[in-house]
C-alpha cells in the first residue's frame, strides 16, 4: 500500500461553461464561448453550453453526490459575466447569490471550495469592445472583477486560482483558432499570453494587498503541461524536449518565479514576444502561492532543422512548433483515450520533479488530471475499468514524485461529471459521474467509487 501524506487534499474539478447551463439566467451576460458555441461549423454536432449539465438550478443535487463520493474539495470556476454581465461596473446580485449558495452547500457538506476566476469564458463584450486579451485594459478591469470576487466570497473561500490554462486561451484561442475567440495569429498568441500573466499578478495583488491580511487564503495560477521525453539520447532531441517544455510550461511559470520569459523564448520569438517592464517583472515575480497543474499526456520530441517539418501527433505543424522547431510523436504501443492522448503515467512523475527542481520545490497542486473514456450504460451502470487503471497509474506516479522529493500536496480529478467539452462537443467523457444528456440523469461510474475509497482512506492506493 502506498501512502499519501495525512493532509494531501482530495478533490474533483469542472468549470462553469462546462456545466452550469443557465446562460440566459440569472441577469448573466454572454461570454465569449457562448458567441462561439452558436457560430456554426466551430464545435462538435453544433453543441453548445446551453443547459450543459444543468448544474445552476442543481447544484444542490451534485454537491449531494460529491459528499456521498467522499470528496473533501471541489475546484469550480465562476462566470465573470454571471458576476458582472458585461464584464464592468456593479456586480450582479444574483450572480452573487448563486455562487453564496454554492459555497455554503459545500461547506455544510464538509467540501473545501477551490475557486478558479477565469476558465476562458470572457465576457463577450469585453472582446467585442475592448478587443479582450489583446487589450492591456482587460488586466485592470480582471483586478476589478477579482475584487469583487474576493469580497463577496473570500469569507469562506481560501484557496483561489486567477487563470486555468493560459496556453490554451492563447495558442488555441488567438493561434489555432480552435477555440474562442476564434482568432488565427503567430503574434497575437504571444500579446493574449503575456497580458494573462500580469492580470494573474494584478489580482494577485489585490488580494494580497487588500484581503489575505483578513481572510488568510492563497492564490495561485494553474497551468496545463504535457511531458516531452526525448525520442532519442541524441543531445539535440534532449534540448528539444526541454525547449518544448519551456515552450508550454516555463513561458508562463518562469516570469512567476522568475520575472521573466525563458531565455530560449526570447532568442527565437524575437519582437513577437511582449518584454515585461521592470515594474511588471516585480509585480508578477512571486505572485502565485503555489504551483496550480494541470497534466493529461506524455509525447516524445524531436529536434527539427531549420526549414523541417514537424508532423505532430496532435498539434498543428505551425505556429509556436516553428518557433520551437520540435516534432512531436507518441509511441503506438501507448495506450490512448478518448481524446487521442497517450496514457503515460511515469511522464507525470517526470514532469512534477522537473518543476520541483527548476523552481526550488514549491507547493504543488495537481489541479486537473483526468482522461475521456467511451461510457456504455449497462443495465442502469458504468463499468469502468480503464478509467480505475488510469487513476491507479497516475497517482502511483504522484507518490513515486512525492518519494523522490516532489511537494505535492493535492490531486484534482477532472472532472466530476460528463460535461461539454468545448469544441468537441458532449460526447468525450471524462466525468467520475455519467451524464445522461437527453433526461441529464446522473449514474456514478464504477471508478466513482473507487475514487471515493482512495480518498476516504486518506490517500491509500
Keep these: 500500500m502506498k501512502q499519501f501524506p495525512d493532509n494531501f487534499i482530495w478533490g474533483s474539478a469542472t468549470s462553469s461553461y462546462q456545466i452550469e447551463g443557465a446562460w440566459l439566467e440569472g441577469g448573466k451576460g454572454l461570454h465569449i464561448w457562448d458567441v462561439f458555441s452558436h457560430t456554426p461549423g466551430r464545435t462538435a454536432k453544433a453543441d453548445n453550453g446551453d443547459r450543459a449539465c444543468d448544474h445552476y438550478h442543481r447544484y444542490k443535487e451534485d454537491v449531494a453526490l460529491m459528499a456521498k463520493m467522499g470528496l473533501k474539495a471541489y475546484r469550480f470556476s465562476i462566470a465573470w459575466s454571471r458576476i458582472q454581465p458585461d464584464g464592468k461596473g456593479e456586480a450582479n446580485p444574483e450572480g452573487i447569490a448563486f455562487y453564496n449558495r454554492l459555497i455554503d452547500e459545500l461547506l455544510a457538506n464538509g467540501i473545501q471550495p477551490w475557486v478558479t476566476l477565469h476558465h476562458w469564458d470572457l465576457p463577450a463584450a469585453l472582446q467585442v469592445e475592448d478587443d479582450g486579451w489583446l487589450n492591456p485594459?482587460?488586466?485592470e478591469v480582471f483586478a476589478d472583477y477579482a475584487?469583487?470576487?474576493?469580497?463577496?466570497?473570500?469569507?469562506r473561500v481560501k484557496h483561489w486560482i486567477t487563470m486555468n490554462e493560459s496556453w490554451?486561451?492563447?495558442?488555441?484561442?488567438?493561434?489555432?483558432?480552435v477555440f474562442a475567440p476564434g482568432r488565427k495569429s503567430n503574434r497575437e498568441c504571444y500579446l493574449a499570453a503575456h497580458h494573462l500573466i500580469i492580470a494573474h499578478a494584478k489580482a494577485a495583488k489585490v488580494y494580497n494587498d487588500d484581503f489575505k491580511p483578513s481572510q488568510g487564503g492563497q492564490i495561485g495560477m494553474t497551468n496545463n503541461c504535457d511531458w516531452r521525453a526525448p525520442?532519442?539520447?541524441s543531445p539535440e532531441d534532449a534540448a528539444a524536449a526541454q525547449r518544448s517544455v519551456e515552450f508550454l510550461l516555463a513561458w508562463f511559470t518562469d516570469p512567476l518565479y522568475f520575472g521573466d520569459y525563458p531565455q530560449v523564448?526570447?532568442?527565437?520569438?524575437g519582437d513577437r514576444l511582449p518584454k515585461f517592464t521592470e515594474a511588471e517583472k516585480a509585480l508578477v515575480k512571486g505572485s502565485s502561492d503555489f504551483f496550480g497543474l494541470n497534466h493529461y499526456t506524455t509525447m516524445y520530441a524531436a529536434?527539427?532543422?531549420?526549414?523541417?517539418?514537424?508532423?505532430?501527433?496532435i498539434y498543428s505543424n505551425a505556429g509556436v512548433y516553428e518557433d520551437q522547431h520540435v516534432a512531436l510523436t507518441a509511441d503506438p504501443d501507448w495506450e490512448v483515450t478518448d481524446m487521442k492522448w497517450p496514457v503515460v503515467p511515469w511522464g507525470l512523475r517526470d514532469l512534477l520533479l522537473w518543476i520541483s527542481e527548476r523552481y526550488d520545490n514549491p507547493p504543488i497542486y495537481i489541479t486537473e488530471n483526468g482522461c475521456a473514456m467511451p461510457d456504455e450504460m449497462v443495465d442502469g451502470k458504468v463499468d469502468d475499468p480503464r478509467r480505475t487503471a488510469f487513476l491507479n497509474g497516475y497517482l502511483s506516479a504522484c507518490h513515486e514524485a512525492i518519494e523522490r522529493g516532489a511537494d505535492l500536496r493535492g490531486y484534482f480529478l477532472w472532472s466530476l461529471m460528463d460535461n461539454f467539452e468545448w469544441a468537441s462537443g458532449y460526447d468525450k467523457r471524462f466525468g467520475m459521474i455519467h451524464i445522461d444528456f437527453d433526461t441529464?440523469?446522473?449514474?456514478?461510474?464504477?471508478?466513482?467509487?473507487?475514487?471515493?475509497e482512495v480518498a476516504e482512506r486518506n490517500g491509500l492506493v
Design 303 to 313: 529536434h527539427v532543422s531549420e526549414g523541417g517539418s514537424a508532423n505532430n501527433y
Design 137 to 139: 485594459n482587460t488586466t
Design 168 to 177: 490554451v486561451m492563447a495558442i488555441l484561442g488567438f493561434y489555432d483558432g
Design 265 to 269: 523564448m526570447k532568442d527565437r520569438v
Design 231 to 233: 525520442k532519442t539520447n
Design 440 to 452: 441529464l440523469k446522473r449514474t456514478p461510474k464504477a471508478s466513482a467509487a473507487w475514487y471515493a
Design 147 to 155: 475584487r469583487i470576487c474576493f469580497a463577496a466570497f473570500g469569507d
